[in-house]
């Protein structure tokens, strides 16, 4: 079988996403470093998110069982009927007009049968330093990782994934039932804002179910007049029964 090397962009989310405020946790926490009264803080003190409303964009991997340069335990495992998906979690943040945030949090939770699945197999990024707001790359990697790519090698499989990547420090980390993305400002002049496209590969040990998924998002906001730093509330949105069945295959 032959796989085509072009990169995939997948399509703009904006048009499905849903946008919030993100309020102090406590709100009798927040207190000047001079005074030590509590302050008020107003809508303008407040970065806004945006997440998709409904839905994720989904690659299937299922092809890859054929890919000799995917790892010969998973494609054995593929070829009994375990599957593969590609899932996009996009995020947006804008800074509040007084202030900015210096570290946001973003993480994603799937409900999971045992011995059924969604397990998360790999993320991306797992460690990235962006200094302006770019498209970067995420390719298919022998054992189906994926990271970034520095020159094409011939253990790379196929396809490659082109994702937008906000101003930030980012880090990355998971776990068999989600993953967890920190944000974190390169300066203290500049904070954290932009668009960011996290991936995960999602496997299902048999065949794909619907995704039930829970993303959570908060921040740590500066302002320098007065002096605060105080911490945002935990959001969270809740997606049920999310079909995958539609995903963009890879040829």
């Given at each position: ?32 470093s ?19 409303s ?16 995917v ?12 599957s ?68 094409v ?99």
């Amino acid at each position: 079988m032959a796989f085509d090397d072009r990169a995939i962009e997948l399509a703009p989310w904006q048009g499905d996403a849903v946008s919030f405020a993100l309020a102090p946790a406590d709100p009798g926490e927040v207190r000047s470093s001079v005074s030590g009264d509590v302050v008020p803080l107003g809508s303008e003190h407040q970065p806004r998110v945006e997440l998709p409303s409904s839905s994720f964009a989904c690659i299937s991997l299922n092809a890859l069982k054929d890919h000799p340069a995917v790892d010969g335990l998973l494609r054995a495992e593929m070829r009994r009927g375990a599957s593969f998906r590609l899932l996009r979690f996009p995020f947006s943040l804008h800074p509040p007009e007084v202030g900015r945030v210096s570290e946001a949090r973003y993480a994603v939770h799937l409900a999971s049968t045992p011995g059924i699945g969604p397990i998360v197999h790999k993320i991306f990024p797992e460690r990235v330093e962006v200094e302006s707001e770019r498209t970067t790359e995420a390719a298919f990697e022998p054992s189906l990782k994926i990271g970034d790519v520095v020159e094409v090698g011939l253990g790379r499989v196929g396809r490659s994934v082109l994702v937008r990547q906000g101003r930030a420090s980012t880090i990355g980390y998971w776990s068999e039932h989600g993953a967890e993305w920190e944000l974190r400002s390169l300066t203290e002049r500049n904070g954290v804002e932009g668009v960011w496209e996290f991936l995960a590969i999602v496997r299902w040990s048999t065949a794909v179910a619907p995704l039930h998924a829970t993303v959570a998002v908060s921040a740590t906001v500066a302002i320098t007049q007065p002096i605060l730093v105080w911490r945002t509330k935990r959001m969270e949105k809740r997606y049920d029964a999310v079909p995958l069945e539609g995903c963009l295959p890879i040829i």
